[in-house]
């Protein structure tokens, strides 16, 4: 049974490029790398198209393992049957390890007459089985049923239909219920939402990552100042992981204490397959005298790593790579494990933390108007951006409890 991969292809000029293989030849699959050129020229991120790829690779595993085959079926006047499609939305909704391991034993199994009653019978042996967030499986079937419709066009344009008006019909309606089946994102509770750290979180995650603490989790020095030099600049700025990755050295203005923080989509300077990125606005930010310490002490070390004056990238690996985004993650995945009171810290809880505390400091200072504005300058968000009501979880129900137990103080002191 073929497998399929996604690469990202690196161009010359530094664009990225992910396309769906054929993992045995290696070879791009035309329709689906037509449908990602497109994404591409109506000006879409890499990582939107990305998602996208990945979501039609999975749909390609899908139907191969049921031995489906897309073109065939145009040219047949069809495109999914009703049971492929609920096979489909079902799939969507397991861990792609699971799927992976369901292929696996498909693959020696002897096949059947109807794919979809095979597709089915494979989702149904699922104990065991996790399934992942709805709000995952409503972004791959989304991508998958755009990809549908786009494969409707094309198919039409080609005159690959016999009747290429039955197969417009068909193929529509298999598209509209695909869609009408994508489940609903659920609200997350408040508990399960990403929360700021406190006081005491903030301070235990600092002194573990103090260099030449014992209780630090890395033994090498460079990884200690590095490390913590991360941690707080991402506390003091409120910066995105792609942001910091991002930085440059000449970002820095050590003359004024600022670091500049760019978006370089497809920057040629960069080596990293996978580019992080900048989501939001370009943006100057101030820093305090305590970020400009490390800054001038982390420089130093970098300068001593010889890889690392090939490249302008402030953040490097120990060998002077850039760093990349699995290795931030596998730092907070360090600490996580060293800290068992916070098994959500990431890198995007600062974000939040940044938040929190800037809400806290300017209560009372400025009016709502300008607590907005300066929040979504800092951040890269626009002025309409309504994106704080993400990062502000916790100051609100901190507020929403102390209004609570004022005016019962009130209520019960007056019957008293």
Same mark, same amino acid.
């Given at each position: ?124 042996? #699922? ?6 967030? *709805? +709000?995952? @499986?409503?972004? !791959?079937?989304?991508?998958? $049923?755009?990809?549908? %419709? ?30 009408? #089946? ?6 997350? *509770? +408040?508990? @399960?939402?990403? !929360?700021?750290?406190?006081? $005491?979180?903030?301070? %235990? ?49 050590? $003359? ?161």
């Amino acid at each position: 049974m073929p497998q399929f991969v996604v690469v990202i292809v690196v161009m010359k000029s530094g664009e990225r490029m992910p396309l769906l293989c054929d993992a045995e030849s290696g070879l791009g699959l035309f329709e689906p790398t037509a449908y990602a050129l497109t994404m591409r020229s109506r000006g879409r991120a890499v990582n939107t198209i990305s998602q996208a790829v990945r979501s039609v690779q999975l749909l390609y595993q899908i139907l191969s393992a049921n031995g489906v085959d897309l073109i065939e079926r145009a040219k047949a006047n069809e495109l999914l049957t009703l049971g492929e499609v609920e096979a489909i939305v079902d799939q969507c909704r397991m861990r792609k390890a699971d799927l992976d391991s369901i292929y696996q034993r498909s693959s020696s199994e002897q096949p059947v007459q109807l794919a979809d009653a095979r597709i089915r019978r494979q989702a149904k042996e #699922r104990t065991s089985i996790d399934s992942v967030d *709805s +709000s995952t @499986a409503l972004i !791959r079937l989304k991508y998958i $049923a755009q990809y549908l %419709a786009w494969f409707t066009e094309y198919a039409y344009l080609q005159k690959l239909p016999k009747d290429r008006e039955v197969f417009n019909k068909v193929a529509q309606k298999a598209v509209k219920a695909l869609s009408a #089946r994508s489940p609903v994102a659920r609200q997350r *509770s +408040s508990a @399960a939402r990403k !929360r700021a750290l406190d006081d $005491a979180s903030r301070h %235990a995650l600092l002194e573990l990552t103090k260099p030449g603490s014992k209780l630090n989790p890395w033994s090498m020095s460079f990884l200690q100042q590095r490390n913590d030099f991360i941690i707080r600049l991402l506390l003091g700025t409120g910066m995105r992981k792609g942001e910091l990755l991002g930085l440059k050295v000449g970002d820095i203005n050590l $003359a004024e204490s600022k670091v500049f923080i760019a978006r370089r989509a497809d920057d040629p300077e960069d080596p990293r397959r996978i580019q992080p990125t900048t989501k939001t606005y370009d943006r100057e930010l101030r820093l305090g005298s305590d970020l400009m310490i490390l800054i001038k002490q982390y420089l130093p070390l970098r300068a001593q790593i010889p890889k690392a004056k090939k490249h302008p990238y402030l953040i490097v690996s120990q060998n002077g790579s850039p760093l990349s985004i699995n290795s931030v993650d596998l730092v907070f995945a360090t600490l996580r494990s060293h800290l068992s009171d916070l098994p959500q810290l990431s890198a995007h809880i600062l974000r939040h933390t940044w938040n929190n505390r800037f809400s806290e400091l300017v209560e009372g200072v400025l009016t709502p108007e300008q607590e907005k504005k300066v929040r979504n300058y800092i951040m890269g968000w626009s002025d309409q951006s309504r994106s704080a009501e993400n990062y502000t979880v916790r100051y609100v129900e901190q507020q929403a409890h102390k209004a609570l137990i004022d005016i019962q103080s009130q209520l019960f002191e007056a019957a008293k």
